[in-house]
């Protein structure tokens, strides 16, 4: 079982940029493909990016598609999503996912592990 740690998050202004880590303890990040969603207000959790066991694979949100970008270091067993011009709509706690698999590929769904959440607050 891995457990998954979310940081890097906070208060930006519009037009800023943050970059949240996703730190996992427990197993290696090799064997699993990452995720991250977010949740607002009100609102269902949604995917933001997706990335494989490689990171060869990655899936952007249209939504952030051109602003965010999701990468991992394997060897410090580390997921990163680098957020730039930030948008008072991007405001909402994020976590990140991981999911066993064989294959290297993404997921949008179907995650086993969760973080406990980070909160980005974007103001206007």
């Known amino acids: 079982q891995v457990q998954l740690v979310e940081s890097g998050g906070g208060l930006v202004q519009a037009g800023g940029s943050l970059t949240l880590s996703c730190a996992a303890s427990?197993?290696?990040?090799?064997?699993?493909?990452m995720g991250w969603f977010r949740q607002a207000p009100g609102k269902e959790r949604e995917i933001v990016a997706a990335?494989?066991?490689?990171?060869?694979?990655?899936y952007i949100a249209d939504s952030v598609k051109g602003r965010f970008t999701i990468s991992r270091d394997n060897a410090k067993n580390t997921v990163y999503l680098q957020m730039n011009s930030l948008k008072p709509e991007d405001t909402a706690v994020y976590y990140c996912?991981?999911?066993?698999?064989?294959?290297?590929?993404?997921?949008?769904?179907?995650?086993?592990?969760w973080g406990q959440g980070t909160q980005v607050t974007v103001s206007s």
């Open positions: 990335i494989s066991r490689s990171g060869n694979n990655r």
């Open positions: 996912a991981a999911r066993a698999t064989i294959a290297d590929v993404y997921y949008t769904s179907g995650y086993d592990y």
């Open positions: 427990g197993r290696t990040l090799t064997i699993y493909a």
